[in-house]
């Protein structure tokens, strides 16, 4: 198998505080993790590119400052919003690519993000 | 730079072959094509893979021209539990960018 999960499944938080969002390769490790954002009826667009034991590489227009990635272990990165606002809500999804693999990413199951 | 379109949306009845075709110009020559269906409010969920000619799994086939800019996903004979948002995904000519397609919403009627 190659199952990855999140958590939590869905936040509410208010507004100017963090939240930090885990995902978990469980059955396989993952050199490589990356994070993406869906707003609604949209499709995914990649946030950054995280790799084990390095610095996260994000894409223009994304904050680094704001969207912090830590990529501690082949089996866990995280993402944390930081200050977030009512304008970051939206609903964010992981994938990891195996170590041994050459291209397929697998998802986690996504983390609906609320900021009031 | 990689741009994908892929039709919005389509609509089928059960039992009925879709092919879904998502047009890639500038795509990586050495990576692989891959699609993914899509449920509200869950994850991607990995279908087939192919980097050219065709691929058949026991859910779907795929098929690639030797050009590689475009890829077809063919689900035979769907059901009602197929109707999803389709993706193909694709990583950029010297890039290591991986880019989502526009998805197809996919709705199977009885």
């Known amino acids: 198998g190659a199952v990855v999960s999140q958590h939590p499944s869905w936040v509410i938080c208010k507004s100017g505080t963090s939240v930090k969002i885990e995902c978990r390769s469980l059955?396989?490790?993952?050199?490589?993790m990356f994070w993406y954002r869906q707003f609604p009826k949209q499709s995914l667009m990649l946030m950054a590119t995280s790799n084990e034991g390095s610095k996260a590489t994000y894409e223009q227009g994304v904050e680094k400052d704001k969207f912090l990635i830590n990529h501690a272990s082949l089996t866990l990165s995280t993402l944390t919003v930081t200050s977030a606002h009512p304008e970051d809500s939206s609903f964010y999804i992981c994938?990891?690519?195996?170590?041994?693999?050459?291209?397929?990413?697998?998802f986690g199951p996504g983390t609906r993000l609320t900021v009031l | 730079l990689a741009k994908t379109t892929q039709p919005i949306s389509m609509d089928s009845y059960e039992g009925q072959e879709v092919n879904i075709t998502c047009s890639h110009n500038?795509?990586?020559?050495?990576?692989?094509i891959t699609w993914y269906q899509q449920f509200p409010s869950q994850g991607p969920r990995f279908i087939i893979q192919g980097y050219k000619t065709k691929v058949t799994n026991e859910v779907a086939s795929l098929f690639i021209p030797a050009d590689r800019k475009s890829s077809t996903l063919s689900l035979p004979r769907v059901s009602l539990s197929d109707t999803a948002v389709y993706y193909c995904?694709?990583?950029?000519?010297?890039?290591?960018?991986?880019?989502f397609g526009t998805g197809t919403r996919l709705k199977v009627l009885a």
């Open positions: 500038n795509i990586a020559t050495n990576d692989y």
């Open positions: 994938s990891a690519r195996r170590t041994e693999s050459t291209d397929t990413q697998y």
């Open positions: 059955d396989f490790q993952a050199t490589t």
């Open positions: 995904l694709v990583r950029g000519s010297g890039t290591y960018k991986y880019i």
